[in-house]
């Protein structure tokens, strides 16, 4: 079972998440969290696969946020979700411990394909019988 956290603060796009992930065999929403701080709360708690992690989050942003995730969790992976300019996704994919990044204007279908490729090793799906 595919295990993921998501951390935004839009109320809407937790929901939105939230239900597309459901949705699909295989994985498991272990948490959802409104700041880079919960987030990392959660990580700790839940030992998450991958993590959806808004960057621009009050509290504490989701780049502060995804440093100490890999601290705690060194092999998770991170699928930054922003709003940011493309350069400057660019340059957060070089030099931080972001595995992904997709805008936030981003299909909900390309953002589950995305979480299903990063986490591949652990993602086992079973026939529905």
Do not use: W
């Not at 959802?32 to 919960?38: K, P, S």
């Not at 922003?82 to 660019?90: A, G, I, P, W």
């Not at 936030?104 to 279908?109: I, L, M, P, Q, R």
Request: with cysteine; net charge negative; proline share 4%.
């Amino acid at each position: 079972m595919l295990r993921v956290l998501v951390a935004d603060d839009h109320e809407l796009t937790r929901f939105s998440l939230k239900l597309a992930l459901k949705s699909h065999s295989g994985i498991e929403l272990v948490g959802i969290a409104t700041n880079g701080l919960e987030a990392i709360r959660y990580a700790r708690e839940c030992n998450p696969d991958v993590v959806i992690l808004d960057l621009q989050m009050p509290v504490l942003d989701g780049l502060t946020a995804a440093g100490e995730i890999k601290n705690i969790c060194p092999g998770v992976q991170i699928l930054a979700y922003s709003s940011l300019e493309d350069n400057r996704v660019d340059q957060l994919l070089r030099e931080s411990v972001i595995d992904s990044i997709c805008r936030k204007d981003t299909a909900t279908s390309e953002i589950i394909a995305r979480v299903k490729v990063l986490g591949q090793p652990f993602l086992v799906e079973y026939p529905v019988f």
